[in-house]
Structure formats: structure tokens, C-alpha cells
């Protein structure tokens, strides 16, 4: 991105004091980190398990160090009816597109895991599950050589939240993500013909 938009970790502030403590407080009460380092409270006290605890929630944020352009150009890239765009028969190397997408929905998850380390030694590893909706109000992308080189996109609003196992650490409120005008990727994004990367209406 040669402008960087906001990251999911700006837009859902999780190291706000507020929103801090809850996941330190839903940590407390998690079943997988309890089973992965409940032993350390009996071996090391309950000052190790505290600091465990605490070590992991601000561990956590650092995951959501992920750019918003890139979960959009992510599925934009991979919308099976853009792949159409890559028949160089069709749309001969050079060609412009400027092509219209109605408002739609991606959906992105990812599964970071936390490696612990106890002594700095590794203790174990809690896997996570990190869950982003953007509903994206249209947008119109520039098409070149079957890649996506920028857009321009319409209102997006992101919700998420991240899970431990069927426990859900954290969830945050719809927000407002703020794109620069236009998104213009550093390196062009390659389309490929697959599922749909989002819910919609048509593309027009």
C-alpha cells in the first residue's frame, strides 16, 4: 500500500485501559490458557500465572497488526467473477478497466497462534482465532494485465472478534475505517479464478 490504511489494531483499540482489562479478566477465566499454563500457578505461584496472563493480553494486540486495504485487495483479487478480467484474449495486456463492485460483505479469519515461554523456554502455544467482517459500501477498482492496481471504495465498516477455542476473548462494535481515495497498491494485486471472496449483489 503506498498509503497505509488503518490496521485492525487501530480500529478496535484493544490497548485502550477499558478494553484491556476485559481481555485480561476473559484470559483469567479461559479454559485452553488455564489447561496450557495452569500449572505454573502450583509450580511458580500465583505471581507466575498472573504474569502469564498479563504477558498474553498484550501479546495479543501485535496480531491484529493487519492492514484493512489488504483483507479488501485480498478478496477483491480473489472474487471468482473477476476472473474473468485475466483473459488476455479478451483484455489484451495494457487495456484500462475500471470496473464497478455494488456494496458487499468480506469476511476474513485468521488463526494466529502465541508461542509462551517460560525461563525462555517454550512452554507451549494457544492458538487463537481472529474474525473480520467489512461491509463495504461499492467500489470501483482499475484493472490492468488481470490485476487490481488500485480503488477507489465506498464507506467500510468493520466488526471483528478473536477466540480462544469456543471462548470469545474479545469483540468489538461495528467501526468506521477510514481509506484514503484511492487505495493504490504498491505491488499490483494478481486476480485469481476462485470462490467468491465476499456476499453480494451482482457485480455490475
Not at 34 to 40: A, D, E, I, K, M
Not at 50 to 57: L, Q, S, T, W
Not at 154 to 179: H, K, M, W
Request: overall charge negative.
Amino acid at each position: 500500500m503506498t498509503h497505509p490504511t488503518p490496521t485492525l489494531r487501530e480500529l478496535f483499540a484493544l490497548e485502550d485501559s477499558a478494553s484491556a482489562a476485559a481481555l485480561v479478566g476473559a484470559l483469567e477465566s479461559s479454559p485452553a490458557l488455564g489447561t496450557l499454563v495452569g500449572g505454573l500457578a502450583d509450580a511458580a505461584g500465583p505471581e507466575a500465572w498472573r504474569h502469564a496472563v498479563y504477558g498474553v493480553a498484550g501479546a495479543i494486540p501485535h496480531l491484529l497488526d493487519i492492514e484493512v486495504g489488504t483483507i479488501l485487495a485480498g478478496a477483491w483479487a480473489g472474487e471468482g467473477e473477476l476472473g474473468r478480467y485475466t483473459d488476455l484474449q479478451r483484455y489484451p495486456l495494457g487495456e484500462v478497466l475500471h470496473v464497478e463492485l455494488t456494496s458487499h460483505v468480506v469476511t476474513s479469519e485468521h488463526h494466529p497462534s502465541l508461542e509462551l515461554l517460560v525461563n525462555d523456554q517454550p512452554y507451549g502455544q494457544l492458538g487463537l482465532a481472529v474474525s473480520v467482517t467489512l461491509q463495504v459500501e461499492g467500489a470501483s477498482l482499475t484493472i490492468t494485465d488481470g490485476k487490481i492496481w488500485q480503488a477507489v471504495s465506498g464507506a467500510c465498516t468493520a466488526t471483528g472478534r478473536i477466540a480462544c477455542d469456543s471462548q470469545v476473548l474479545a469483540e468489538f462494535p461495528p467501526t468506521r475505517a477510514e481509506l484514503p481515495a484511492p487505495l493504490v497498491f504498491a505491488q499490483a494485486v494478481p486476480i485469481a479464478q476462485g470462490a467468491a471472496g465476499w456476499d453480494e449483489t451482482p457485480l455490475t
